[in-house]
Structures are given as C-alpha cells and as structure tokens.
C-alpha cells in the first residue's frame, strides 16, 4: 500500500508542474490565482497522503484542514481585490493606481 | 530590473544553501543541541512533569514561558504600530458618498461562507483547547479565528463584521490576551512563588501540581489566541481600508 | 473484506489522479481564461473529493481506536473544499470578467459587451469615467 501512496504523491506533484507553468506565464493576474488555488487544493490532498505514509494521519489532518480553509480565504480576498482595483492585463489603471479605490 | 531581482534572488539563494553544509547532521549525537543536558530533560521528564503530550507546548508555554509572553507583546506592539501608522480620523472627503457602504462579495460567497464559517471558528477554538495533545496552541488558534472574522469580513461587508467585532473591542481583546498572561504569572507571585511558576498554584487548581501545569498552560494559550485574533483582525480591516474603516477591499 | 475495501480506495485514489491529470493539461493547453476556469473548476474538485474518499477508507480499514474520528475528519475537508472551490472560481471568473477579459472566438471579433453582461459596464467604464470627472472638479476648485 505504501508503494501505491508514494506513487500517488509523485504523481499530485509531477501534474503540478503544468499549474506551475501557468502560475510563472498565465497572462492575466487571475489565471495565476486560479492555478494557486489548485495547487493549494492538492496541497491539502498531498498533507493527507503525507500523514498516512507517516502512519500518523491524526496529526497531519489538522494541518489539512486549516490550509483547505485558509486557501479559500486566500482566493476570496484576491477575488474582490481583483474585481474592484486592478485591470486584468496588470497595466496600471488611468486615474493614478488604487489610491482611491 | 526584473533581471537584477531574479540575480539577487539566486545570489541569495546560493548562499544559503552553501550555508547549510555547517549545521550539524540529522540527529547528530554531538552537536549542541542534543549534546547538553536540557534537550535529553525535555524529552525525558516533560510528560511526567507536566502531563502534556505534546512536548512543543510544554516547552513553550511553561519551561519558556517568559518567551512566549515577550512574543505575544510582539505581535500586540505590531498591531499598535499599525493602527498608529495608518488609522486616520474624520471624514475622508475623496470618497462619493455612493461608495462608502461595503456590500460584500455576492450570495453565492455569503451563503458558503455563512455554510463554512461556524466550523471554521469550531476548528480554531479546537485548535486552542487541544493544543496539549496534537500540533496546535494559541497562535495557531488564534490567526485561526482572526481569519474567520476576515472570511466575514471579505463576504459580508466590513460593517458586519465590524458589527460583531468592533474596533474597541478589538483592542480590548488584544490587551485582555496580554492581561490573562501576565495575570496569571503575577498570580504565581502572589502564591508565593517565582513568576510563571505554574506549580504554585496546586492549592487553587485541581489534580495536583502537574495537572496545574497543564491547566496553566491551558490558560496561556487563551490569552495568546485573543490577542492573536484581535491583532489579526485588527491588521486586516486597517491594511485593508487604509486607515478609514469604512469600506472593506 | 478488508481487501476488498483496500482495492476499492485504490480505485477511487487512481480515478481521482485521473481527473487531477484532465484539469492539469486542461489549465496547461486550453486557449483562454474561461475555458482554463472550467478546467481548473471542475477536475480539480472532483478529483479532490475522490482521492479524500480513497484516503478515508483507507484510514478507516484497520479500524484502530481513533481512526474513524480521522476519518470523518477527511470527510469533511472533502466537504469543505467540494463547498469553496466551486465557490472560488465563480468569484474569480466574475472578477475576470469584470476586468474584461475577452475570451477567444473564431473570428478574433467578439469584444467583452458582446456577452451582454451587466458587469463591464457599471464596474470599469462609466465608474472610472466619473470618477475622473470628480476627481478633475475637485481638482478645479481646489
């Protein structure tokens, strides 16, 4: 069983990289979140599969739980910066940046 | 400049790693830290003494206790400064009038945040309490519970949140946190003993002088989560409304 | 039954990494914002979910004293991620689509108000437009 988790793990991270590469590209600001976002989900599923190759799940689920929680406050504070301030293409916006925003 | 930034980062990157050829090896016998006669006490005597499992806890709210309390001052003075910077007063007259009201980010987020909020601030209050038996305390708790708040700050609007959480009584909080701890270690005084000395307090607290310790510990670390959400809290709807509290993101 | 149990999580472990594959090439190769949201939306919650569901058999199958308080415990990050996921990519997309991105079309002609969206216009636009008005008044009379 134990091989079938590291195989699993191995493959979470090796498909990660794909996101990785949209993170590092991604023309706009919110593609980037949005493959955050994913690779904080994964992360949360890559804790648990950690936990039980250490044969210590109680101790690495509590972990997962806060990372899933905090990552969705992290996607939700980005979300609505995003939507009032910024344009999407990263120029700065015409009237002097966010000052009055 | 984007080039001189990437070059610094692996400058900067380089020397830490070429660092790390100097520590000492995993679980290396000899180096100092293994070596000397603390590290062997704590691993040891600390479930004997104290009663307490986890062993991270014990160090940190009882044997460095003063530690703690001098990082829990740390983060109180951090927020101070923050509001000291950038909480400004009156009316701010380059807002319309229109925009000032924060209406939040939309049903959809209001109904899972109202969904997932209560088991949020659940976990973090869990978080707090079992922080003897499992990895946790009363930081860990505490930025818990602050992002709870902004979670409601973010979906509801500042005002609602600001409605259960209000700005005085966020600095009530934070200074209540420091209040609970240096109390409790000035109430080790007044039993006649060193200050923090949790075993002092057997006469006042059930189960003997371990099951003090591990009450004290407990105790602690409550003042330590509300400082921590407070100060989180705090930080946010300042960085957030650059000053004025009025309009959240 | 404790094997059959054992390759019944294996199976919900393997499709979950399948669907994980599906949303990472889809958010590697697909043209445009919307459609890599729609890749990243729906494979990465799903697949989330199902390697969850593996994970918790998996810890509920030796039935060692606390092992079914940690498995609910998994549960209910599957819960809570199949609740904000969702939830977090409409938010970005409504925020994508309020800054105007364009998405792709045959003939490189479709614009953003094309959509009949509501939000472009009151968000950017006219917004911004009288925000300069405002902000030049002010400056007039000062």
């Not at chain 2, 700005?167 to 000035?186: N, S």
């Not at chain 3, 498995?71 to 105007?100: E, F, N, Q």
């Amino acid at each position: 069983m134990d091989f079938i988790l590291i195989c699993s793990g191995i493959a979470l991270f090796l498909m990660m990289l794909p996101i990785m590469y949209r993170i590092v590209v991604g023309p706009t600001a919110i593609d980037r979140i949005v493959a955050v976002n994913v690779i904080g989900t994964k992360t949360a599923v890559l804790l648990i599969i950690i936990g039980a190759l250490f044969h210590n799940v109680a101790m690495f689920v509590d972990f997962a739980i806060a990372y899933a929680a905090l990552n969705f406050l992290g996607s939700l504070a980005a979300a609505r910066y995003f939507n009032r301030t910024r344009p999407a293409y990263g120029q700065v916006s015409q009237e002097g940046g966010d000052a009055d925003e | 400049m984007k080039f001189f930034g990437l070059l610094s980062v692996i400058i900067v990157g380089f020397l830490l790693l070429s660092a790390t050829k100097d520590f000492p090896n995993w679980g290396d016998e000899d180096s100092p830290a293994n070596s000397g006669p603390v590290s062997s006490f704590y691993i040891e005597k600390t479930e004997e003494k104290t009663k307490v499992p986890n062993m991270v806890t014990a160090v940190l709210a009882d044997y460095r206790g003063y530690d703690t309390m001098f990082e829990t001052v740390v983060i109180f003075i951090a927020g101070i400064g923050i509001i000291a910077v950038l909480r400004t007063y009156g009316s701010n007259e380059s807002i319309p009038k229109n925009q000032v009201g924060d209406e939040g980010a939309g049903l959809l987020a209001r109904m899972t945040c109202s969904l997932i909020l209560p088991f949020i601030q659940l976990f973090a209050l869990y978080v707090v309490a079992h922080g003897h038996h499992s990895p946790g305390g009363g930081f860990q708790g505490g930025v818990m519970l602050g992002a709870s708040y902004i979670l409601l700050a973010l979906a509801y609007g500042l005002a609602r949140a600001k409605s259960c959480f209000s700005e005085k009584r966020t600095l009530v909080f934070a200074a209540l946190g420091i209040f609970i701890y240096v109390g409790w270690g000035v109430l080790c005084l007044v039993m006649g003993s060193e200050f923090l000395n949790y075993s002092a307090l057997d006469s006042i607290l059930p189960g003997g002088v371990e099951m003090a310790r591990s009450h004290s510990m407990l105790a602690v670390e409550i003042g330590v989560a509300l400082t921590v959400t407070a100060i989180m809290f705090s930080m946010f709807s300042n960085l957030s409304t650059k000053g004025r509290l009025d309009k959240g993101l | 039954m404790s094997e059959l149990l054992n390759i019944f999580s294996i199976i919900l472990i393997l499709s979950g990494l399948v669907f994980f594959l599906g949303a990472s090439i889809g958010i590697l190769r697909f043209p445009d914002f919307y459609t890599r949201m729609h890749a990243a939306g729906k494979g990465d919650t799903l697949s989330t979910i199902l390697i969850m569901s593996g994970m918790a058999i998996q810890v509920i199958g030796d039935f060692e004293g606390s092992s079914v308080l940690v498995a609910i415990k998994i549960l209910a990050i599957a819960v809570l991620i199949m609740l904000t996921s969702p939830t977090s990519t409409h938010l970005l997309m409504k925020a994508g689509y309020d800054d105007g991105i364009i998405p792709v079309s045959k003939d490189k002609k479709t614009k953003i108000n094309d959509l009949g969206g509501p939000f472009l216009k009151d968000s950017l636009s006219e917004k911004s437009v009288a925000k300069k008005k405002t902000a030049t008044k002010k400056r007039v009379k000062k």
